[in-house]
């Protein structure tokens, strides 16, 4: 623990006077928590008149248009050495050291200030303008941003968590964009008054800070490279339970990882950390080494908050931030095979880790210097998205967590996912990709009938081509070569700085795969089922290695093409397959079907309706609050039947054939 009193000298704490001022200083208290409120100071030094402020509209791995900047209120800004009332500190801030910075950051800035500071001029949706800046001059920047959301994306406070992004709290001052960052989170005593009968306060990031504290605050120091890189590190200051385990890369250095939990939650923090340690060990020993193995890093930080029902994750560098159902966690007597909900939380953990290597290092080449204030689009989601889909769940097998016929069932799932998707014969995985700006994350009623996920066929195209490479090489090569390939590829060229990382595009994708398949062979596939829709062929594959895929007969059907809740009002419609005998009768999504053939609605009478021969059943339902009458036939036009089963498949071991798909030569 380190005091105010006894940071004097501390080499780790770069001095602020202006000779040193050329990185850019944050400033964030935390102290109205309770309205959700940060408070932000940035100060730096203008390189040019009329410096421009801006904020990303979206981050990194979440590929939508968020606008952050609506949670920011007016930008404020003044210059330190024009503003007579500030004349009498001029000299006093060339020569102040960080005791004194952090004595002032104690309280917000006096009025006469607040009151002399200028309103910066709006120049677009997430850009100010400081036009009473001239070069040369030393800035400081006021700005307030309301924190209330909960996802892994953006930034929440209140009295329990502190958690952010820096992609919604830090302004980027353009053309400083790569000079170094320095921030400050500053936390009020009541804050850790308020959870001191919780679990100790923590700073969990992949940043390494310095604790100090005064008093009445309590601050964390970090440091970044600059501003891009910044934003690659979010933090959450909270009461927080935590393990830690090394990993050994193939030269037997060690590489530190940390885990946090903070929410209310009673897992099983011991079985949690063996399983954890599993599996990224096993990631480790198949790529040799981590991106994040260096001393430039502070190891891996696994960030998770359990809450009720929501879930979520996002990669990072060194770390990832999850949001998981605490009942997903693993309970005290969780049994040798994992839970299905464990194994839901497990498989996020394994996804957001290897995004270290596939997303944050191997990247499309279109997010290695890309601009968060517009869409970056690419062909190439359904390569880092599917692959990493279906090498999650994989590694959890491989790794010996679960057990291969805990892992069928996992991949019976996307396959059932898939099949049940009409929009899988209308639009590609990679027109899939393009649209991941206006689709993926804006999922409506027609979803499933006009397009198809990039992660969920991506991932379905991810196995087809892993049995693809081993057919084609007698078993010696697969999908987890090809990512190795790339990987090596990054370390060999794509050093920046201290960071590795190499852009991907359809040609240097070709050239890689090139290496363990024929080149044409690659076309051909890619041409039918990447750039084209024609049916995966994952039954024949997958029986050629050892697995018995069986078609389900039972309760696998969709009554009238339609998915329903119940209510008391009525059979609330969800979704209307394309080509059902729903659609063709004119019945919608968020119509509330109230009565079938003359009887109160309800999913038995639906079923027994569809089951039944009659030629024409009429339908009464609401649309809004307009009364209107359907005639449901018992086909349609087309021939699909009133009672359409729904594809659902079961997989099983067969004696053997199985074992070079499910036991790569990686697993010691």
């Known amino acids: 623990m380190t005091t105010l009193q006894n940071i004097k000298g501390n080499p780790d704490l770069k001095n602020n006077s202006q000779d040193n001022l050329s990185q850019v200083d944050y400033h964030l ?104 800046i001239k070069a040369g001059d030393t800035v400081q920047v006021s700005y307030e941003v309301y924190c209330y959301d909960l996802s892994v994306r953006t930034a929440y406070v209140d009295q329990k968590r502190l958690y952010g992004n820096f992609t919604s709290l830090a302004l980027a001052v353009q053309n400083l964009e790569n000079s170094a960052v320095t921030v400050m989170l500053i936390v009020p005593q009541a804050f850790y008054d308020i959870n001191a009968a919780d679990r100790s306060i923590k700073l969990a990031c992949g940043l390494k800070p310095t604790y100090l504290h005064s008093a009445n605050l309590h601050y964390y120091h970090l440091q970044a490279e600059n501003y891009h890189e910044l934003i690659d590190y979010p933090f959450e200051i909270a009461p927080q339970d935590e393990f830690d385990f090394i990993v050994h890369d193939n030269w037997h250095n060690t590489i530190a990882h940390h885990f946090y939990i903070s929410g209310k939650h009673s897992a099983n923090m011991g079985r949690l950390q063996q399983d954890i340690k599993q599996i990224c060990q096993t990631y480790v020993s198949w790529l040799g080494d981590a991106p994040f193995g260096s001393e430039d890093y502070h190891g891996y930080t696994f960030m998770t908050y359990a809450s009720g029902n929501d879930y979520g994750g996002l990669e990072h560098i060194n770390s990832t931030s999850l949001v998981a159902p605490r009942n997903d966690l693993p309970i005290a007597e969780e049994p040798d095979e994992p839970s299905e909900s464990y194994q839901r939380f497990l498989g ?60 069928l069932k996992l991949l019976a799932a996307q396959i059932n996912r898939y099949t049940q998707t009409h929009g899988r014969m209308l639009q590609s995985v990679a027109e899939s990709s393009y649209d991941a700006w206006i689709k993926l994350y804006r999922a409506d009623e027609n979803t499933g009938n006009a397009g198809i996920s990039y992660y969920n066929k991506g991932a379905m195209v991810a196995l087809c081509l892993d049995l693809t490479l081993m057919q084609q090489s007698a078993g010696k090569y697969r999908l987890f070569d090809v990512v190795k390939a790339f990987y090596t590829l990054a ?14 595009d359809n040609d ?64 609330n419609v969800n979704k209307v397959l394309r080509d059902s005998v729903a659609s063709e009768a004119g ?60 594809d659902k498949v079961s997989l099983s071991l067969n ?4 074992e070079t798909w499910l036991t790569p030569s990686f697993v010691k």
């Open 655 to 658: 004696e053997s054939g199985y």
């Open 491 to 504: 370390k060999e060229q794509g050093r920046a700085g201290n960071r590795i990382r190499i852009g991907m």
């Open 348 to 407: 996020l953990c394994s996804h957001e880790y290897f995004h270290a290597w596939w997303v944050k290092t191997v990247r499309p080449d279109v997010m290695l210097n890309v601009d968060l204030r517009k869409e970056a689009y690419t062909s190439l989601l359904w390569v880092f998205e599917g692959f990493t889909s279906y090498i999650d769940d994989f590694m959890l097998q491989a790794s010996g967590v679960v057990s291969k016929y805990s892992y």
């Open 29 to 132: 208290n935390f102290s109205r928590f309770r309205e959700h409120i940060v408070d932000v100071s940035l100060t730096f030094i203008a390189k040019q008149d009329n410096p421009v402020l801006w904020l990303p509209a979206w981050i990194p791995g979440s590929y939508l248009i968020r606008e952050f900047a609506r949670n920011i209120t007016a930008v404020h800004y003044l210059s330190i050495y024009k503003n007579s009332l500030l004349k009498d500190k001029t000299n006093q801030f060339k020569e102040k050291t960080n005791n004194q910075l952090i004595e002032d950051a104690q309280n917000l800035p006096d009025k006469k200030i607040q009151t002399a500071m200028l309103r910066a001029r709006k120049l677009s949706k997430n850009e100010w303008q400081l036009t009473d």
């Open 587 to 646: 019945i919608s999504a968020k119509d509330v079907i109230v009565a079938i053939d003359g009887v109160k609605a309800s999913k038995k009478q639906l079923q027994s309706i569809a089951e039944s021969n009659l030629e024409t059943v009429l339908c009464h339902a609401f649309r809004r609050d307009e009364l209107m009458t359907f005639d449901v036939a018992n086909k349609t036009q087309s021939g699909i039947t009133a009672n359409p089963s729904l």
């Open 508 to 571: 240097n994708l070709e050239a890689v795969i090139g290496q363990f398949m024929d080149k044409e062979l690659w076309k051909a596939f890619k041409a039918r089922y990447v750039d084209g829709v024609d049916e995966l062929p994952i039954q024949d594959l997958l029986q050629t290695n050892g697995i018995t895929f069986k078609l389900e007969e039972k309760e696998n059907t969709s009554p009238w093409g339609i998915a329903i809740t119940e209510t008391t009002e009525g059979l």
